[in-house]
């Protein structure tokens, strides 16, 4: 069984910044893809960003890139997701999710392990 534990969510400033980290048990962590999901109060759970095994590929929706990195460390079994020049609609619960596809997909239904998501909640 997999688990996803997300941390590093909080409270902060529109422009301001933060790191959310995923930590995963199980082994092969570096065959899978990761991902990063969020959902705001009464919308549906969209993507965010997504990262190959290798952490050779990413892919990011439109209204993060160049604002948000996803990264990877295989040695750790860690996800990372670095939010830069946060907005109010940033606002939301931010899942990480594990998919067995080899490419950085944004399909919820292709991802099959899921994190309870932390919080993350931007003032303006």
């Known amino acids: 069984q997999v688990q996803l534990v997300e941390s590093g969510g909080g409270l902060v400033q529109a422009g301001g910044s933060l790191r959310l980290s995923c930590a995963a048990s199980?082994?092969?962590?570096?065959?899978?893809?990761m991902a990063w999901f969020r959902q705001a109060p009464g919308k549906e759970r969209e993507f965010v960003a997504a990262?190959?095994?290798?952490?050779?590929?990413?892919s990011y929706t439109d209204s993060v890139r160049g604002r948000f990195t996803i990264s990877r460390d295989n040695a750790k079994n860690t996800v990372h997701l670095q939010m830069n020049s946060l907005k109010p609609e940033d606002t939301a619960v931010y899942h990480c999710?594990?998919?067995?596809?080899?490419?950085?997909?944004?399909?919820?239904?292709?991802?099959?392990?899921w994190g309870q998501g932390t919080q993350v909640t931007v003032s303006s």
């Open positions: 999710a594990r998919s067995w596809l080899s490419w950085p997909t944004n399909r919820v239904s292709d991802y099959d392990y």
């Open positions: 199980g082994r092969t962590f570096s065959s899978y893809t």
């Open positions: 990262i190959t095994g290798n952490g050779g590929t990413t």
